[in-house]
C-alpha cells in the first residue's frame, strides 16, 4: 500500500514536464519544474540507488524556480551509458554534456552520492555561478560515524555482484534489505514522514538497470567524497548538513567547508542522511537565501 505523501499539496502547485533525448551517444530521461522562464534554473542531481523522485520534496518548496532533474545514467529511466564504465569520471563527463545541452549556466545541485558527482564535474571544468551540495559525503564514507555499516555493505554489494546473475539481483532488490537500510537512515519521529520514507525507498531504492552499474556506482559512492574537489570550486558554495547524519559527522562537514575558497555552512538539527525527505522545507529555506545572497 502506497503511503500518503505529505509534500503532495504543495507539489501538485508546481508544474512538472518529462523529457527525452539523446546526447552523445547515450540517452538521458530529465524532468523540468517549475516555470520555464524562471531567472533561476537549478540542475539537480540525486543520490544513489535513487532517482528523480527523491528532490521532489524539495521542489516542492521551491515555487518560481525552474529545476531540471535528470535521472543518471543506469538508474530510474536513464538507460546505463553505451560505453565505458559508471565510475565518477564517466559521471562527471555525463553530467557536463547533460548541463551544457539542456540547462547551460544553471546552478548546480548535488545530494549524496549526487555532491560526489557535481563536486567532480564543476572541479573540472563544469561552468556553473553556484553549487549546493545536500548531505555532502564530506569525508571518507568509510570512516563515517557507521563505518562498521558501510564495510558490511560492501560486502553485500561484492556478493551481489559475485553470485549467479538471477540471485545476485534477488539480493541487491530484496525488499527486506532495502527496509533494513531506510529505517537505519531515518530519524524522524513523524510517523506519516517516517512511513513516506520507507514508502519511497521501496518504490525507488531497487529501480536500477542491473548489478554491474549499481556495483560500479557504489564503489564511487564509498572510494570519493567531496574533500578531494573543494579546493578546485572557486563557486559560492553552499553545505546542507544534518545533526544526525551517520555518513558523514557534522565536524567532517565543518571541516569542508573550510577547504571551498567561498563556502557557507547551513546544518539541519534532528535529521540524518534523508534531509530531502525529512526536512525539505528548511532545505528549501536555505537555498532560497543562498540564491538571493
Avoid at 39 to 45: F, H, K, Q, S
Avoid at 162 to 185: C, D, F, K, T
Amino acid at each position: 500500500m502506497t503511503a500518503p505523501h505529505p509534500y503532495a499539496e504543495a507539489l501538485s502547485r508546481i508544474p512538472v514536464s518529462r523529457h527525452e533525448r539523446t546526447i552523445g551517444d547515450d540517452r538521458a530521461v530529465w524532468w523540468e519544474y517549475g516555470p520555464a522562464g524562471a531567472d533561476t534554473t537549478i540542475v539537480a542531481v540525486h543520490g544513489f540507488r535513487g532517482d528523480h523522485h527523491g528532490l521532489e520534496p524539495v521542489v516542492a518548496h521551491l515555487p518560481g524556480v525552474r529545476v531540471v532533474m535528470p535521472d543518471l545514467p543506469g538508474f530510474g529511466r536513464t538507460p546505463p551509458r553505451t560505453a565505458g564504465s559508471h565510475d565518477l569520471p564517466s559521471y562527471a563527463e555525463w553530467l557536463t554534456r547533460f548541463v551544457a545541452a539542456v540547462a547551460p549556466g544553471a546552478v548546480m545541485l548535488g545530494h549524496s552520492f549526487g555532491s560526489i558527482v557535481v563536486a567532480a564535474a564543476v572541479s573540472r571544468g563544469l561552468p556553473t555561478p553556484r553549487v549546493i551540495l545536500v548531505n555532502p559525503i564530506g569525508a571518507p564514507a568509510l570512516e563515517g560515524p557507521r563505518g562498521v555499516l558501510t564495510r558490511g555493505a560492501v560486502l553485500y554489494y561484492a556478493a551481489g555482484a559475485r553470485l549467479p546473475r538471477r540471485l545476485g539481483e534477488a539480493l541487491l532488490r530484496n525488499r527486506a534489505i532495502v527496509r533494513v537500510m531506510s529505517v537505519s537512515m531515518a530519524k524522524t519521529r513523524d510517523r506519516e514522514v517516517r512511513a513516506f520514507v520507507h514508502d519511497q525507498h521501496d518504490r525507488y531504492f531497487s529501480d536500477f538497470a542491473d548489478r554491474d552499474v549499481l556495483r560500479e556506482a557504489f564503489v564511487t559512492s564509498v572510494s570519493h567524497d567531496v574533500s578531494e574537489f573543494a579546493a578546485h570550486i572557486p563557486q559560492p558554495t553552499l553545505l546542507i548538513a544534518a545533526e544526525r547524519d551517520d555518513i558523514t559527522p557534522l565536524a567532517a562537514q565543518r571541516r569542508l567547508a573550510t577547504m571551498f575558497d567561498d563556502a557557507r555552512l547551513v546544518e539541519i538539527p534532528d535529521v540524518g542522511h534523508l534531509i530531502h525527505y525529512e526536512t525539505p522545507a528548511a532545505a528549501a529555506a536555505a537555498i532560497t537565501d543562498f540564491l538571493a545572497g
